[in-house]
């Protein structure tokens, strides 16, 4: 079964950048795996980052970014802002129809 | 502006089903998978499943193949999550997603529904 990883939990001080990844637990990711990313605050659904590893949802600021890093897709958000504080989810596209999401990253600013 | 709204809080008994409904308005309905994502309680987002309303077979993710039906219905633009033998770890936000036609990603969300199972 595929497993798609982030890290738990990271933190990141008020303007310093910070680069959250997602990978496989068998394998490495590419662009064939379409990797999005959602922010998703508590009790609110998630909010749609990135989608086809580096494009930038409609109205999402440019300090987020996406790429492939090594073997792992990755979100790197440039100046880190105390609402930037949430959960951040990537998900990866298996084909036929198949998305995996990953368990998430808790990111905290201070 | 694509809107996914979804039906009310629900409140169901251990071995009972659920079904949550999702009305896609705003744009184009058949063509368009929708999704269905779960959120259990301090936990992170797992897909469960999806359809194209215009091909009406869903795919789901093997963990609910056997208690897990998605439908969909073009005439009313509403896409439907069934959930059968419920129990309590199925206490959750159910959300509908909408998947874009490019790069495989979920453009839309809808509001979420709470699924409580209880005695």
């Known amino acids: 079964q595929t497993v798609v990883t982030q890290e738990p939990s990271f933190s990141v001080s008020p303007g310093g950048t910070v680069t959250l990844t997602c990978g496989l637990s068998?394998?490495?990711?590419?662009?064939?795996?379409?990797p999005s990313w959602y922010q998703q605050t508590p009790g609110q659904a998630p909010r749609t980052l990135i989608y086809?590893?580096?494009t930038r949802s409609s109205g999402v600021p440019d300090r987020f970014s996406g790429s492939i890093l090594g073997n792992k897709a990755a979100l790197t958000i440039t100046g880190a802002q105390a609402d930037d504080a949430c959960d951040y989810y990537c998900?990866?596209?298996?084909?036929?129809?198949?998305?995996?999401f990953g368990g998430g990253t808790k990111l905290t600013v201070l | 502006q694509v809107q996914l709204v979804q039906s009310g809080a629900e409140v169901k008994k251990p071995g009972s089903s659920v079904k949550v409904s999702c009305k896609a308005s705003?744009?184009?309905?058949?063509?368009?998978?929708i999704n269905w994502v779960r959120q259990a309680p301090g936990h992170g987002l797992e897909w469960m499943g999806g359809?194209?309303?215009?091909?009406?077979?869903?795919i789901y993710a093997q963990k609910f193949e056997d208690r897990l039906t998605i439908t969909a219905d073009e005439s009313t633009t509403t896409a439907y999550m069934e959930l059968s033998s419920l129990r309590s770890e199925d206490t959750a936000v159910y959300y509908c997603?909408?998947?874009?036609?490019?790069?495989?990603?979920?453009?839309?969300w809808g509001q979420g529904t709470l699924v409580t199972v209880s005695s």
């Open positions: 997603a909408r998947e874009s036609n490019i790069a495989w990603y979920f453009d839309y």
């Open positions: 998900v990866l596209y298996m084909g036929s129809g198949i998305s995996v």
């Open positions: 359809i194209i309303p215009v091909l009406g077979s869903a």
């Open positions: 705003g744009g184009p309905f058949s063509s368009y998978a």
């Open positions: 086809n590893t580096n």
């Open positions: 068998s394998g490495s990711v590419s662009t064939n795996y379409y």
